[in-house]
């Protein structure tokens, strides 16, 4: 077996020893001379586990969550946001809001905030198909929806119980690495409000109104000049920098205007992960250099699970086997029920005959998160032939229970 291979044999052995109460992974470890630290270590990890297990009723709220993102229902999940927490959040500089938080000072109607709130919630699934819950983070109060199986865009739903004992949702976050133009414009149309009420210093820009129509413009000379003249008036410039790299991106075909535009960008002023994402996005048709910006992401910042699974799959695409396994392994290092990372772990250790801890893996998958596992589903990829070859597995498969 080889390092990386046990690496996964012992974290995929404390969630199955946390969750399903299987011994098939631990006992492989034991076999292979485990310590008694490394047991120790497992027991305190099964506590930590199970102390952060969410509620059938937290199960149930999530599922509902997901199922409404899916059918594009916004009206159903905003009767579901608590909105006086949710517009606190939004004035508060420290804390997540989908919003401008400059649009939110001051006396914006939350019937207003309510209707926007509604529509880009009912558009996200004009941009994205595959709408999928993958984690539930207990100890912070968060739901993690990932939007698209091959780009870095999340969405992050912020919720609390009330005094019913019903869960509300209190803030939403979403992690783009372009935003699509629905969301340009609402995020225009907000600080546009504000400005109109006075709360925004030079209101009546005549560049400012002239954003939507430059948002169309296929020239990189004339987008590159408007932005110039936006940033000596002062204004939002962390978020205009990345709204002028995402345009040149998606109007232009001037990929060196948008390199030499991204180095230039003001990365005191923003997370560093979001420039990266951003790139990485648009560098999807080069695996190659997805990993080198992901690569960039993690040396200067603490990657989640989210990032990197994301190389783990970038790695696959470029048949650097070892080093998508390992990516995953560190994705459930950082977060142990990072769903995405268990089907590439199941699948690599497949594709190395480790049959019993794919096996474990996809265990995971269908006790700790509900997930479909069949035959049918299995045999579409090659790499479980010889796993559905085996009668015990086949017995696995018919009897879900």
Not at 156 to 182: A, T
Not at 212 to 218: A, M, R
Not at 291 to 302: P, W
Not at 319 to 325: E, G, I, R, W, Y
Request: proline residues 3%.
């Amino acid at each position: 077996m080889t390092l990386i291979a046990k690496k996964c044999s012992f974290i995929i052995g404390l969630f199955v020893l946390a969750t399903v109460g299987l011994s098939g992974c631990a006992s492989n470890q034991t076999k292979s001379g485990a310590s008694s630290s490394e047991q120790d270590v497992a027991s305190e990890s099964e506590q930590t586990f199970v102390s952060k297990f969410p509620s059938k009723a937290l199960l149930e709220f999530a599922n509902d969550v997901e199922l409404e993102l899916i059918r594009g229902n916004g009206r159903s999940l905003v009767n579901r946001v608590d909105m006086s927490l949710f517009l606190y959040r939004g004035k508060r500089s420290y804390q997540a809001n989908t919003f401008s938080l400059e649009a939110l000072q001051g006396d914006t109607p939350a019937k207003y905030i309510q209707s926007l709130l509604i529509n880009q919630l009912s558009d996200l699934r004009n941009h994205y198909k595959q709408i999928t819950l993958v984690h539930k983070d207990v100890e912070h109060s968060k739901l993690l929806y990932r939007l698209n199986r091959n780009r870095l865009d999340y969405l992050e739903v912020y919720y609390r119980k009330n005094y019913k004992g019903d869960y509300r949702i209190i803030d939403f976050r979403r992690w783009l690495s372009v935003m699509p133009e629905s969301t340009r414009l609402t995020r225009i149309a907000m600080l546009s409000e504000a400005s109109k009420k006075g709360k925004s210093r030079k209101a009546t820009s005549t560049n400012w109104n002239k954003l939507p129509k430059i948002l169309k413009k296929s020239n990189a000379k004339e987008i590159k000049t408007f932005f110039d003249e936006l940033y000596t008036e002062g204004r939002e410039v962390q978020f205009l920098q990345l709204l002028e790299v995402s345009t040149l991106l998606t109007n232009t075909k001037d990929d060196n205007e948008y390199k030499k535009r991204l180095s230039f960008l003001d990365l005191q002023r923003q997370p560093l992960s979001d420039v990266l994402w951003l790139a990485a996005y648009h560098s999807s048709s080069d695996p190659h250099l997805s990993v080198k910006i992901v690569d960039k992401v993690l040396k200067n910042e603490y990657g989640d699970a989210a990032i990197y699974q994301y190389r783990s799959e970038q790695e696959l695409r470029i048949k650097q086997f070892d080093n998508a396994l390992n990516s995953a392994y560190q994705a459930l290092s950082v977060d142990p029920e990072y769903q995405p990372a268990y089907w590439t772990l199941a699948a690599e250790l497949a594709r190395r005959n480790e049959l019993d801890m794919a096996w474990d893996a996809l265990r995971v998958l269908r006790k700790r998160f509900g997930r479909l596992i069949t035959k049918n589903t299995l045999s579409r990829t090659p790499l479980y032939k010889a796993l559905l070859e085996k009668p015990e597995f086949q017995d696995w498969l018919n009897n879900p229970t």
